[in-house]
């Protein structure tokens, strides 16, 4: 059974990292969504990991879960029995990319990184951008799953 890693901060969870997590369920036989601690984001390590999971909800992907992760990625790869990590490929990303292979595969050499190439209509969106455009007031459903929009509307919306 191959199980694959895509870690990430999904601050917050886009259309974009649902097309990369629905198609890796359809490559590997179980994929395991790390979603990272981070001090600077927007919504909590546990907001962020129940908004991926209401997402993917709506997906019915039985093959996918969602958990915390803190460390290095190729140390939760190991302790999640995972062979491969995942990363979606934007045009800007690929020597950021490429550089974080190259480690990974110096600390993890038996851990191999799969590529997906972001789908056309999400090659511009990121969470940063998203949060940014959001923090300004605009519109961002487009880019997001519903529950994620409402969630983002009540965060802007909360007195700073």
């Known amino acids: 059974m191959t199980v694959a890693l895509y870690a990430g901060r999904f601050d917050p969870v886009t259309n974009g990292h649902l097309d990369i997590a629905s198609r890796a369920a359809h490559i590997f036989d179980q994929v395991v969504i790390g979603v990272a601690a981070s001090r600077s984001a927007l919504f909590s390590l546990e907001e962020r990991i129940a908004l991926f999971e209401g997402a993917l909800g709506n997906a019915g992907l039985e093959n996918v ?3 915390a992760i803190a460390g290095l990625t190729v140390d939760e790869a190991r302790a999640q029995g995972a062979q491969v990590l995942v990363r979606g490929l934007r045009a800007g990303d690929f020597g950021y990319e490429f550089d974080m292979t190259l480690m990974n595969r110096h600390m993890a050499p038996d851990i191999d990184s799969v590529y997906l190439m972001t789908a056309l209509e ?3 969106v990121s969470g940063t951008r998203v ?5 300004f007031g605009r519109d961002v459903s487009e880019f997001v799953p519903e529950a994620v929009n409402d969630a983002i509307l009540k965060k802007f919306a909360q007195p700073k």
Request: net charge positive; hydrophobic share 35%.
């Open 65 to 67: 879960r969602v958990t």
């Open 122 to 124: 999400h090659s511009f």
């Open 131 to 135: 949060r940014e455009l959001a923090s």
